[in-house]
């Protein structure tokens, strides 16, 4: 049996697993992507002989699983699985979400903190300008936050802005009520309209694809900042450039993008009022631990060494 490990962050368990599976015809190969992950025709080439695969954000659909026919098992390192586009129901696909809701949920406030005092901004002029710049900024306190999608992530987010007064709404079908009265249920047209924030939380699908469009960005109440830690697909980032140019928003934070790594080029480098992250909201030690435990769990599991 042969298992493949494309997923960076898993390296760190590769020594406990080859301890424990030793003594066993079990060989575990590992490969490192140059960049957010490996292609498909890359990863056909990879997992051509495997029979498990540990994933991170490399590509997957059923034309890989028509060249590599003794793939029983694909571990998605972490929660999102939007990179793996397959039908078939051989071979079983599980994630490995861990508890990084926490860590992404602390980084989306971190995100929005960054955003309400201008720290790219100031950073930006120190940097480039030699210059003591001094915007004015703002509180959280009393802030209108509105979340798209609100799952775990967007939950525990929502707890850490409540302690500091904001005033939490979501738009999402598939939650009704929440705990300890978290937030307010509302459509995605009181969102637009009302809040000060719009935190992205959202899984992307087929309706959330290009949610944040010209049409989205024109219909906004206010002048809102815009935070996205969830898929870089829901935003159409050359609508979102259009929104920067014409003022429609007061600025974005962004962990995730259209294309990853970003574009050297991208037009989104020349806004002071962008703070970008490199889809490392949940890159945690402690993130990365809880995530590598449960992949070892289900593994061993999986091979009968529970």
């Known amino acids: 049996m042969n298992i493949v490990i494309t997923c960076p962050r898993y390296f760190s368990e590769l020594d406990n697993l080859n301890n424990l599976l030793s003594k066993h015809d079990i060989k575990i190969d590992s490969m490192e992507p140059n960049g957010q992950g490996f292609s498909l025709n890359e990863m056909k080439l990879n997992l051509k002989e495997a029979s498990i695969a540990v994933v991170g954000d490399d590509q997957i659909d059923d034309s890989l699983l028509d060249e590599c026919k003794n793939l029983e098992l694909i571990i998605k390192w972490g929660a999102g699985v939007d990179n793996i586009n ?20 602390e980084h989306t406030v971190f995100l929005i903190g960054s955003l309400l005092k201008n720290i790219s901004e100031i950073h930006h002029q120190i940097l480039n300008n030699n210059s003591w710049h001094k915007p004015t900024g703002t509180r959280i306190l009393n802030k209108d936050i509105g979340f798209i999608g609100f799952g775990r992530i967007g939950q525990q987010t929502a707890k850490i802005l409540t302690s500091f007064g904001a005033n939490i709404y979501f738009s999402d079908p598939f939650v009704e009520n929440v705990e300890n009265n978290l937030g307010e249920k ?33 219909s906004l109440g206010k002048k809102p900042y815009i935070v996205n830690v969830s898929r870089g697909s829901i935003i159409n980032e050359k609508d979102l450039i259009d929104a920067l140019e014409e003022e429609l928003i007061s600025g974005c934070a962004l962990d995730v993008f259209e294309g990853e790594p970003i574009n050297k ?17 949940s890159n945690t030690q402690e993130a990365n631990h809880s995530v590598n435990s449960q992949v070892t769990k289900i593994l061993l599991k999986w091979l009968g060494y529970d």
Do not use: M, R, W
Not at 190 to 211: F, M, R
Not at 265 to 281: G, P, R, Y
């Open 186 to 218: 509302k459509n995605i047209e009181y969102i637009k309209e009302n809040c000060d924030i719009l935190v992205i939380t959202a899984s992307l699908t087929n309706d959330t694809k290009n949610l944040l469009n010209s049409d989205f960005f024109n």
């Open 86 to 105: 397959i039908t078939k129901t051989k071979p079983k696909v599980l994630n490995s979400p861990g508890d990084i809701y926490k860590d992404v949920a």
């Open 265 to 281: 080029d991208s037009q989104l480098k020349k806004f002071e009022n962008v703070v970008f992250s490199s889809h490392n909201a």
